[in-house]
T-cell receptor
């Protein structure tokens, strides 16, 4: 059973515009969330994180928003650049599951120049 | 540090053959994870180790899959016998410490079973 869901397999955005990638989760015990970015033929690399004590975390062009009541998080990329074209995975963890992260199925972002 | 190193990068094998995937974690990391990436399920955890001891192997799909970590610098994931549905990209990741820790992933092994 998929505890972390990314319902949009793909997303296309014009360069300079905002990209919004969404992620939903089912386990209310999840308290730490990550976004990973993956280029073809490479492993996923860490992008940004957020803990459940916050509802927003910003790092440059990347902002992650967390809505605990809706069990929803989103990644905003502003402005989008062609180099942002990649697959983005969200992941969630709960303190009571130790160090185990549950990943979504990924969203493939294409930024059109 | 060279990061997490996986070998081979690509593996093509015939159904029924044994396949062994290898991983060298980052030196000093005490957690090691094996993930499988498929279109339908995304990144799914197969097994993870802490200090070379398997902690949770509930994600291993069948008895055909086995994993070992004989020392802190090496782990293997073995599939015997392999089947076409095992075709996927297999990732190894490592991290330091418990709790809110991010993983460092290897580049993956793309396995094709024909």
């Amino acid at each position: 059973d998929q505890q972390v869901k990314q319902n949009s397999p793909s997303l296309s955005v014009q360069e300079g515009r905002i990209s919004i990638l969404n992620c939903d989760y089912t386990n209310s015990m999840f308290d730490y969330f990550l976004w990973y970015k993956k280029y073809p033929a490479e492993g996923p690399t860490f992008l940004i994180s957020i803990s459940s004590i916050k509802d927003k975390n910003e790092d440059g062009r990347f902002t992650v928003f967390l809505n605990k009541s809706a069990k929803h998080l989103s990644l905003h990329i502003v402005p989008s650049q062609p180099g942002d074209s990649a697959v983005y995975f969200c992941a969630a963890s709960a303190a009571n599951t130790g160090n185990q992260f549950y990943f979504g199925t990924g969203t493939s972002l294409t930024v059109i120049p | 540090d060279a990061g997490v190193i996986q070998s081979p990068r690509h593996e093509v094998t015939e159904m029924g053959q044994e396949v062994t995937l290898r991983c060298k974690p980052i030196s000093g990391h005490d957690y090691l994870f094996w993930y499988r990436q498929t279109m339908m399920r995304g990144l799914e955890l197969l097994i993870y180790f802490n200090n070379n001891v398997p902690i949770d192997d509930s994600g291993m799909p069948e008895d055909r899959f086995s994993a070992k970590m004989p020392n802190a610098s090496f782990s293997t994931l073995k599939i015997q016998p392999s089947e076409p549905r095992d075709s996927a990209v297999y990732f190894c990741a490592s991290s330091l410490g418990r709790g809110w820790k991010r993983y460092t992933f290897g580049s993956g092994t793309r396995l094709t079973v024909v």
